[in-house]
């Protein structure tokens, strides 16, 4: 991740705005989305777009690939272009403060999408996304009731692969959760190990490699992460060192990556996924900023969008899958 100076975020963007007088531009609001390229916020975006066309609104989706200076840049071109809202995924949550100052100081409502922002205050801006908590709880319990049906507690030695971005609060909600959950079934606190990554499945694979080979006497896992590419990356690596699909249940948030081997019916790691829509955000989001902005209503603090827990046998039913 590029790495930026905070403190010098309000002023990079008020620099950028003196640079790049307002172009007036009609009804526009712009979706800045920190991994543009997955799944779920090429789903999201198609979301934002179809609800602002349908309301009369002229939708702009960027993507910004994680990289900070390009969000703050994203967010400054914005606003200089004349949009009326913005919603925002932030590659990092220290950048709330910044992004909420340029809003209002250009008049621009303002909405964090998935991930949640604070302003220079302490102030919530208002969200619009899932609850973590309730995620990680849905995964863990899944997994933990996978696990007791297993039988490998006290009978296989067990390793629990928790993939933590452990630097975006709503991720630790997540793999918080779904960790006391499955301490609850009986799993050992000395069983979990923490794989740090960034959210994209290339971290997670070079992350959880070096733990699985460190962990030579571990023959059955249970995998968990904050989204769908941390635990794909992770049974990947788990298939490089030799792990079968009967080695290991793993339980996906997202499950835009789980339903791939489930749509070709092929084995996989992946018992169980928690479906998020990306579509239901974005859609949200979108008419949260169009509401305000033609009514002058305050934003809602919190739009929470709902879950479903999926399997191989159950995903058709709930959600498209390509």
């Known amino acids: 991740m590029t790495r930026v100076h905070y403190s010098h975020l309000a002023l990079a963007v008020a620099v950028s705005l003196v640079a790049a007088p307002a172009i007036a531009q009609e009804k526009v609001i ?12 090429i789903d999201q975006a198609d979301g934002f777009r179809a609800a602002a066309e349908e309301l009369g609104y002229t939708p702009r989706v960027i993507n910004v690939e994680l990289d900070s200076n390009l969000a703050i840049s994203a967010v400054a071109d914005a606003i200089a272009s004349g949009a009326k809202g913005i919603g925002i995924t932030a590659p990092d949550q220290a950048l709330g403060p910044a992004v909420a100052k340029a809003a209002a100081e250009a008049g621009v409502a303002l909405v964090a999408t998935d991930d949640r922002l604070t302003d220079g205050d302490g102030n919530g801006v208002p969200f619009v996304g899932f609850d973590g908590v309730d995620m990680g709880t849905r995964v ?32 630790n909600d997540r793999t918080d959760a779904a960790r006391g959950q499955v301490l609850s079934v009986g799993a050992s606190a000395d069983d979990i190990i923490p794989v740090p990554y960034d959210g994209t499945a290339d971290s997670a694979i070079q992350a959880a490699g070096p733990v699985i080979t460190a962990n030579p006497g571990v023959d059955k896992w249970v995998v968990y992460a904050c989204n769908d590419e941390g635990v794909l990356g992770t049974v990947n690596a788990l298939q490089n060192a030799g792990f079968g699909p009967d080695d290991v249940i793993a339980v996906g948030l997202g499950a835009y990556e789980a339903c791939r081997p489930w749509q070709a019916e092929i084995p996989t790691m ?12 974005g859609d949200a989001a979108a008419r949260a900023l169009i509401r305000t902005i033609e009514e002058g209503a305050e934003l809602p603090a919190n739009t929470v969008a709902n879950t479903t827990m999926v399997t191989p046998e159950t995903y058709a039913d709930v959600m498209p899958c390509g």
């Open 30 to 41: 712009v979706a800045i989305y920190k991994s543009g390229t997955q799944q779920y916020f």
């Open 270 to 281: 992946f018992k169980a996924a928690l479906y998020l829509s990306g579509v239901d955000v």
């Open 140 to 171: 863990g319990t899944a997994a933990g009731e996978l696990l007791s049906e297993s039988g490998w507690i006290g009978d296989a030695d067990l390793g629990v692969l928790s993939v933590e971005v452990q630097t975006l609060s709503v991720c």
